[in-house]
């Protein structure tokens, strides 16, 4: 993608989209609401409530996994986004991979190029054959 200038815009530049922006406000919503909760189970147990004790615990531990979770989103989308200008740079001036195709994702190639296993191995060579087929339609189109 490219900014007005007609300079790239830099990779980090999805986490500003509203789409993410979104994503962003609802996690600090979510963990702050969350916290709240366990303070309020705290002073719940702290009147008597035995029960609110493990409450206490479990909230910030839901908080923990839902900031974990949050930043693997994050990663996950950054290796997408690298993994497509990685594959539009090769696509750019790269010659194909023997193997590889319009309908194969990248790294599909090596599936195909297994010939010395799917000689060995009856239900590989199908599958190989079956890769082979998807190739030639996707092609086609």
């Keep these: 993608m490219l900014m007005a200038s007609g300079t790239p815009r830099p990779r980090w530049f999805f986490l500003v989209s509203p789409r993410w922006l979104a994503w962003h406000a609802f996690a600090v919503v979510a963990a702050w609401g969350m916290l709240w909760l366990g303070d309020w189970q705290f002073h719940r147990a702290e009147g008597g409530n035995a029960l609110s004790w493990a409450y206490t615990f479990e909230w910030p531990i839901f908080t923990i996994f839902g900031v974990i979770f949050w930043g693997k989103t994050i990663?996950?989308?950054?290796?997408?986004?690298?993994?497509?200008?990685?594959a539009q740079q090769g696509a750019a001036g790269a010659v194909p991979a023997l193997g590889s195709g319009p309908g194969l994702p990248a790294g599909a190639h090596s599936a195909v190029l297994a010939d010395d296993e799917a000689a060995d191995d009856p239900e590989l060579a199908a599958y190989n054959a079956y890769l082979a087929r998807l190739n030639s339609r996707s092609a086609a189109r």
């Design 75 to 86: 990663v996950d989308e950054w290796r997408q986004q690298t993994a497509r200008v990685t």
